[in-house]
C-alpha cells in the first residue's frame, strides 16, 4: 500500500477535499468523476483525474484504489456511495475509507459494509486528509462554552464524551448532553 489517497466525487464535497490538500498530498491524489469541465480543474490544482463512475471497477483500478492508503467517497447520491463503498472494499481491504453521506439512516449500513470514517451532513472532512499517523485522540475537559449543548452539536472531530466509567459516543440514537466535568474525547494532528 502507497501513501496514494483515491477521491471519489468531485461535486462540492469533493472540491472541500482538495481544498483542504496542498502539495505533495495533490500530487499523490487520483479524483474519480464522471465531468470533463471538473476533470480539468483536478487536473489544474494538481491532482490526476480519472473520468468515469466510482461503482466501475475499471475506473476504480485506474486510479489506484487496489493500492491507495485512504479512499474518500463524496458521491451526491447515498445509495450509490453504498455501492462505490462495495467496489472500493473489494479491490483494497485496508485502505482507510471514509465515506460522506447526507442522510444519518445510512451511517450504520456504511459502518457495516466496510466504511472505516461516516461522515454525515455538512461535517467537515478535512481532518480525514491527512496521513493518518498525524492524527491523534486526546482527552480533554468540556469547554463552558460546550456545556448544556447535545454531544451531536459538537465540531464533528469531538467522537465521544466520557461521564465518570460511562462513555457516550456522538453517534448513539440517544442524545448526550454536556455538563460540567463531562471529559470529552478528540481528534486532534499531532503538530497543531
Given at each position: 500500500?502507497?501513501?496514494?489517497?483515491?477521491?471519489?466525487g468531485f461535486g462540492e464535497r469533493g472540491q472541500q477535499v482538495v481544498s483542504a490538500m496542498f502539495g505533495p498530498q495533490l500530487q499523490a491524489l487520483a479524483?474519480?468523476?464522471?465531468?470533463?469541465?471538473?476533470?480539468?480543474h483536478i487536473s489544474q490544482r494538481g491532482?490526476?483525474?480519472?473520468?468515469?463512475?466510482?461503482?466501475?471497477?475499471?475506473?476504480?483500478r485506474e486510479a489506484?484504489?487496489?493500492?491507495?492508503?485512504?479512499?474518500?467517497?463524496?458521491?451526491?447520491?447515498d445509495a450509490v456511495a453504498l455501492r462505490v463503498l462495495c467496489a472500493v472494499r473489494w479491490l483494497n481491504e485496508h485502505a482507510i475509507v471514509v465515506i460522506a453521506f447526507h442522510d444519518p439512516q445510512?451511517?450504520?449500513?456504511g459502518l457495516y459494509?466496510?466504511?472505516?470514517?461516516?461522515?454525515?451532513?455538512?461535517?467537515?472532512l478535512?481532518?480525514?486528509?491527512?496521513?493518518?499517523?498525524?492524527?491523534?485522540?486526546?482527552?480533554?475537559?468540556?469547554?463552558?462554552?460546550?456545556?448544556?449543548?447535545?454531544?451531536?452539536?459538537?465540531?464533528?472531530?469531538?467522537?465521544?464524551?466520557?461521564?465518570?466509567?460511562?462513555?457516550?459516543?456522538r453517534d448513539q440514537p440517544r442524545p448526550h448532553v454536556l455538563r460540567a466535568g463531562d471529559r470529552l474525547l478528540e481528534l486532534c494532528t499531532k503538530y497543531a
Open positions: 500500500m502507497s501513501s496514494h489517497t483515491v477521491l471519489i479524483v474519480i468523476d464522471t465531468d470533463l469541465a471538473r476533470a480539468n491532482a490526476r483525474p480519472v473520468i468515469g463512475n466510482g461503482t466501475d471497477v475499471v475506473a476504480l489506484g484504489v487496489p493500492r491507495a492508503m485512504r479512499v474518500i467517497v463524496t458521491v451526491a447520491d445510512w451511517r450504520e449500513l459494509l466496510g466504511a472505516d470514517h461516516v461522515v454525515v451532513d455538512e461535517a467537515p478535512e481532518d480525514f486528509t491527512r496521513d493518518p499517523g498525524d492524527l491523534v485522540l486526546v482527552e480533554r475537559a468540556v469547554l463552558a462554552s460546550e456545556v448544556g449543548l447535545h454531544l451531536s452539536e459538537c465540531a464533528p472531530r469531538i467522537l465521544a464524551a466520557v461521564r465518570g466509567s460511562d462513555h457516550r459516543w
